[in-house]
């Protein structure tokens, strides 16, 4: 790594669990000092200095003023195989905010700091234990909310978008360094690479980059999920497909226009996917300045939206004067066309994309279809295939193929190998920045106070 990071040789701790009522609550501690605090107010069988790592120690913590806060279990990770690759204890107690407090306090009095943000994540990357790309993905693990998320995130966590941009980078460093080597002979015209040899790389690197980037829409919609705008003219059956979805009553049902006043957010999970669901406001001409405001905030969740699925009543018809007014917020290739009540009216009309009833249920799961399908495509991504769902990662994608076409450009104008090389250097600092091996430390503060205090 050039950048000029130090390892910060405080000793930290944090509270690993959420913050609350649970069975048990986990006070981390790192650092060279670690412990040796620790065993400052730990009562157990022997001491933990003298315990091997990875073993766990039955005993109390005990205050200042000789009185038990709690009996705990003490794991001890020696360095450098623990998670931060050093020294480390893991405090595990019973579920009390207060007994969590305490002990963190009695630490803070042995010369211990609290926590940042990913300081334990970001001691782990410092010393080696993680490339950049699998500590944003311990993040991702945490915050996952389906099954598609989190096979994803834990694909990244186990390295493999690593892997795959690290050879990449490797053939970069090796297409360069035999470009620099002929520099540095010039006088001797010597040929350690042809320049066709190195186009041929760059070409190859550059289609694997664009595979990269090409996943980018898939991963991130399995990472952050899909926006799903209902909209429709009022009483078409939103509220009811939203109940319908949701197995419950969450939004008011009525034959009244205009019923629903505000956005409504919810969440579906299919087949992985979470779709995040806003029934919006009917949108229609309306003096009530209320209704105004709901209006409004329609038109928002739709320009917000990944996907607008447009509702229709059958019996009513198919709403122009709405689809056109969708159309300038929205392009047609993410609006789903719906016709509900079929249940009433079996005639549906091929400019639909799907015929449903959210009374009966009708059509529904052709509807999931429908939703997948326009949220993911065709993309037909396995378990083992390196996939981008990072904005970090795909600029850094972006930048390096620009310097690659500016290398192939130099090549093609017969410019000397001082611009290839210049152009190939860059590339593979792109590269680097996405697992680490060239960042700066403004960007690592900003990846780090995204985590929780105790990861």
């Known amino acids: 790594m050039t950048q000029t990071l130090s390892q910060n040789e405080d000793t930290i701790t944090a509270l690993a669990t959420p913050n609350g009522v649970g069975a048990i609550a ?23 200095q003298d315990c091997d790592s990875h073993t766990i120690h039955y005993g109390k913590i005990i205050d200042k003023n000789r009185e038990v806060v709690d009996d705990v279990l003490v794991s001890v990770f020696r360095e450098p195989n623990s998670y931060t690759g050093e020294d480390s204890a893991e405090i595990s107690t019973h579920g009390s905010s207060l007994i969590a407090e305490k002990i963190i306090s009695l630490l803070l009095e042995e010369n211990i700091r609290l926590a940042e943000p990913g300081e334990f994540t970001k001691r782990a990357f410092l010393n080696g234990r993680l490339d950049l790309a699998q500590a944003e993905a311990v993040a991702d693990v945490i915050n996952s909310r389906t099954d598609a998320s989190l096979r994803g995130a834990r694909n990244q966590l186990d390295g493999l978008l690593s892997q795959k941009v690290d050879s990449l980078r490797e053939m970069l460093v090796n297409t360069s ?83 629903t006043r505000d956005v409504i957010r919810e969440e579906l999970s299919i087949d992985g996917i979470l779709f995040r669901l806003f029934d919006t406001a ?41 689809y056109n007014e969708i159309k300038e917020l929205k392009s047609e290739s993410r609006i789903l066309k719906v016709v509900n009540k079929i249940d009433t009216n079996h005639n549906v009309s091929n400019f639909y994309d799907v015929g449903i009833s959210a009374k009966t249920g009708e059509g529904i799961e052709r509807l999931f279809d429908k939703l997948k399908e326009k949220a993911v495509g065709s993309q037909n991504y396995t378990e083992k295939t390196a996939v981008v769902s990072n904005i970090r990662h795909y600029q850094a994608l972006k930048k390096t193929k620009e310097n690659l ?38 960007i690592l503060n900003n990846i780090f106070a995204k985590f929780c205090i105790g990861k």
């Open 26 to 48: 986990i006070v981390r501690v790192s650092g060279p000092n670690s412990i040796e605090s620790v065993d400052k107010i730990f009562y157990g069988k022997k001491k933990l």
């Open 177 to 259: 360094s035999l470009i620099e080597l002929e520099l540095d002979f010039a006088e001797e015209d010597l040929e350690f690479v042809s320049l066709q040899q190195v186009l041929d790389n760059i070409n190859f690197i550059e289609t694997e980059i664009d595979t990269l980037m090409s996943s980018y829409s898939f991963g991130r919609i399995i990472r952050d999920g899909v926006n799903v705008a209902l909209v429709g003219e009022p009483n078409v059956g939103k509220s009811s497909l939203l109940n319908f979805f949701l197995k419950e009553a969450r939004a008011i049902v009525s034959e009244i226009p205009g019923t």
């Open 282 to 322: 009917g949108i229609r001409t309306t003096e009530d300045s209320i209704e105004k405001e709901g209006v409004s905030r329609s038109r928002k969740a739709i320009e917000d939206a990944d996907i607008v699925l447009f509702l229709n009543d059958i019996n009513t018809g198919f709403s122009n004067y709405l």
């Open 405 to 442: 076409i500016g290398a192939k450009k130099s090549i093609e104008e017969k410019l000397s190998g001082e611009f290839i090389s210049v152009d190939l250097r860059n590339a593979e600092n792109s590269l680097g920045e996405i697992i680490g091996k060239i960042t700066s430390e403004d």
